[in-house]
């Protein structure tokens, strides 16, 4: 069995829209501090927790919104609801189902005809103002037997008995780590369901009792001990003359089960010590590795060797599992959480900062969590990523894989490339912004795949700028390029009529479907290079955040922009020959770079300065001869922060200028 949905309402940061959170095996809740992560996972805690102090409502769990008066407040109402599917019903042999499906088979629900059944648990809660500042509190868990979507009445409510609750925990690990209650053997803990889950012997008590005489007797012949002995019973007996009690003896043996596992503790050998190691003796590190491995065990044990029918299904929630581990041992850590997860009577629940935790997740197994301000509660968005048929599914899941801090951006900047993870914070720098205070994520993610990128922040609410190379001249570049961004955006909901508006002299126009179609096929003469121009004006305004390194990509901005500073990057620069001695060996030299570097053998450079054509042949031997990222790298050592910002390149300044608006500095 396993949770399927939680729909949270009213409860801490969740507000009274109803929010729907998908569950899978394993699921990761991520987001900014303070956005609903904990409450999401307290929310099942509530439902299924092992303790009644971890399952009882109190006030603070009821949500009040920013915009209310809390005293003026007499009632408050939340709810908490789970959907449990079970796979196992498809084991023809029924070996899975055969703790997980009795208890529940009287409430299944199907939603459709040949769906599959499914229950569902609902908690509501109800406080009421009282004599006291906690007020009153009601709570009930029950089941509801009808379909979602259908309106539910008394006969399709039934409460959830404490045997069929139990079938249910949640082992909840918080943020701060307090492990030792965990790996003793206490009522209720990890250890004691593994102890208990053993089918002892019947006459286990007596048997220990007669093993342990030899003991005993080996103590008494001690000297002193019967003195000792004798001494505790006598002065006993002068305060105490009671039947009951009166005899006091100085036990040296545990003569029961229960006194013998109650002192039964893990211990850790070899150690540097002559001693084993306790738990309490290891670090936190290592203390929070082995509460997992415990976990793994209780679950391997209670599903292949207990008799006893302890829970059906273990849910284990850990609240940052980084913590306290050091970063190599985190791939070993979320390797392990997806080991228990893949076990038929457990599932993982998870909340992270770490972007070694995220990038270890599956995309699709993320919610993300976020505080709508002008709402003031919780939102939660799954990632959805593009058809699994398309060929951007794979770039996408593996790209957001791989820079999982987009997740926790304030403002993520697209690139295209190595090119734009190196200058761009350069600039940011020397305007006195710094990404990580600022929070943001500059990703080499504006590829072709550009559009499902500007589908997922949008999903997420999370603002971000677009800096694409124009490539003019290039295949797919220029007119190619501003067609496919518009394309984009409006697959991305943006008003079509408003994006595709121009101006004729002073009269405005929109583009038809067959202008946009043949956009790749306009001119490059000098009025449409003006019209061009406008396009990307309009691409840079606020809603589209679209800017473009023209006229070439980004390397080419930073050689025009800083010529000598790239061009003692190279001790032996490329040789081309004078104009006025060798125009043959001039024009044959310079045209083939131009070739090269607008990747075309037809390419003429007629939209570029003869300066740009002279520049393209530094660009051949700077970017397409040796790699990019170290002649950047070389090269803006060599430029000074006053220069940088003296001959900032156009689209930096409007860049700049916009990261200041969106990060409100």
Known sequence: ????????????????????????????????????????????????????????????DFHVSPFSQPNSLEEMNLSIEVKIEFPELTDSEQKLGKKSIPPFFLHFVIDEPNGNPHIRIRLEGKWTAGTTPEGEIEQKLYFITKA??????ENNMSPVSPHQRSKIQMIYVPAIREPLTQLKNASGTILWRILNSISWPTDMDQQIKSEMKAVDTLFNGIDGIGDIKKIIKDQWGKYHSDIRYQDAHLEFNSTTLDSILKKLEIQFSPTQELNSYTIDKLGDGLRSLFYLSLVSSLLEIEQKVSKNT?????????????????????????ENLNEIAKKDNAQVLLTSHSESIIKRISPEDICHLRIDKSLGYS???????????????????????????????????????????????????????YSYDAGISIAPLGGRHVNHMWKLLNQLEIPHITLLDLDRERGGGGWGRIKYVLNKLIDNGHNREELLEYYQGNIPAILTSKELKEMEKWSLEEEAL??????????????????????????????????????????????????????????????????????????????????????MVWYNSLFLGRGKPSTHIDALTKISETELLKNSPEVFEKLIERIKLLIKM
């Open 1 to 60: 069995m396993i949770l399927t949905s939680l729909k949270i309402k009213n409860f801490r940061s969740f507000g009274n829209e109803e929010t729907n959170i998908d569950l899978s095996d394993i699921s990761a809740f991520i987001g900014s501090n303070s956005s609903g992560k904990t409450a999401a996972i307290q929310a099942i805690q509530k439902m299924f927790g092992i303790t009644q102090s971890e399952r009882t409502l109190v006030k603070g």
């Open 148 to 153: 979602e979507g259908q309106e539910i009445g």
């Open 310 to 334: 302890f829970a059906a299904l273990t849910i284990l929630a850990v609240e940052e599992p980084e913590n306290h581990i050091s970063p190599h041992l985190l791939g070993k850590v979320v």
């Open 379 to 433: 939102v939660a968005n799954r990632i959805i990523l593009p058809s699994k048929e398309s060929d951007a599914y794979k770039y996408i899941k593996e790209a957001v894989k791989a820079y999982p801090e987009i997740y926790f951006a304030k403002l993520v900047i697209l690139g295209e490339g190595d090119t734009e993870e190196i200058v761009i914070p350069k600039f940011l720098k020397v305007n006195g912004i």
């Open 530 to 615: 003006s019209s061009m121009d406008s396009w990307i004006e309009k691409l840079e305004e606020e809603k589209y955040n679209v800017f473009f390194s023209s006229p070439i990509d980004l390397d080419f901005v930073m050689l025009e922009q800083f010529p000598d500073a790239y061009k003692d990057t190279m001790v032996n620069g490329p040789q081309l020959p004078l104009e006025s001695e060798e125009p043959e060996e001039y024009r044959e030299k310079v045209n083939s770079c131009i070739q090269a570097t607008l990747k075309s053998k037809k390419a003429t450079g007629h939209t570029f300065t003869k300066d740009q054509h002279e520049l």
